[in-house]
């Protein structure tokens, strides 16, 4: 059975850096692309950038290039979305997502960060 | 605003049938066979339900169908059960570059009564 496991909520102040992080199991790892999406309160979702585990081709969405990190470790089967220093408006709940062909298959159970003075 | 537009809720009554509808533009659902569907209940991960516009995955009840006309995409659940009652969110592959490689609709509230 495919799955995709998130790590839990987090709770962090503006400025704090924070990496969650995306495990997968039940298939070949490194032979699918890991998108990540994000859904900030009462929006809807949009697709952050994307990660091959296989050699770590990375590519960013225009608008979180320079805002976020994707990364991934093959040896186990994890992908990471990184802040270096987050913003208030980072508040969101965080996704990743099984790339199969052109379309999100299966979905991790989402991150939720929150982000408050 | 989501890229994508969806309306926000829809409602319907067991066994009926209703259909949710996700418009975009000829640069991505109109332009390609890249649709997707997907059914989320409250605190869940997403489901994928149908891909490449009429797909149904394996496992995935055949009351659900696809299809697409022009720029709009269509979501039809037929013989409407309580347990299909959740969000459902539509996606699209993408040229436009400024937006990423893939664009979701804002999301639809199934209500069944």
């Known amino acids: 059975e495919v799955q995709l496991v998130q790590s839990g909520a987090e709770v962090k102040k503006p400025g704090e850096s924070l990496k969650i992080s995306c495990k997968g199991s039940g298939y070949s790892f490194t032979s699918y692309w890991i998108g990540w999406v994000r859904q900030m309160p009462g929006k809807g979702l949009e697709w952050m950038g994307i990660i091959y585990p296989g050699d770590s081709d990375t590519r960013y969405s225009p608008s979180f290039q320079g805002q976020v990190t994707i990364s991934a470790d093959k040896s186990i089967s994890t992908s990471y979305l990184q802040w270096s220093s987050l913003k208030a408006s980072d508040t969101a709940m965080y996704y990743c997502?099984?790339?199969?062909?052109?379309?999100?298959?299966?979905w991790g159970q989402g991150t939720l960060v929150t982000v408050s003075s | 605003q989501s890229a994508l537009t969806q309306p926000a809720s829809v409602s319907g009554s067991p066994g009926q049938s209703i259909t949710i509808s996700c418009t975009g533009t000829?640069?991505?659902?109109?332009?390609?066979?890249?649709v997707s569907w997907y059914q989320q209940h409250p605190g869940k991960a997403p489901k994928l339900m149908i891909y490449d516009v009429s797909n149904r995955p394996s496992g995935v009840s055949n009351r659900f169908s696809g299809s697409k006309s022009g720029n709009t995409a269509s979501l039809t659940i037929s013989g409407l059960q309580t347990e299909d009652e959740a969000d459902y969110f539509c996606?699209?592959?993408?040229?436009?570059?400024?937006?990423?490689?893939?664009?979701f609709g804002g999301g639809t509230k199934l209500t069944v009564l």
């Open positions: 000829s640069s991505d659902i109109g332009g390609y066979n890249y």
């Open positions: 996606s699209s592959y993408t040229s436009t570059s400024t937006v990423g490689e893939v664009l």
């Open positions: 997502a099984r790339r199969s062909g052109r379309i999100p298959d299966y």
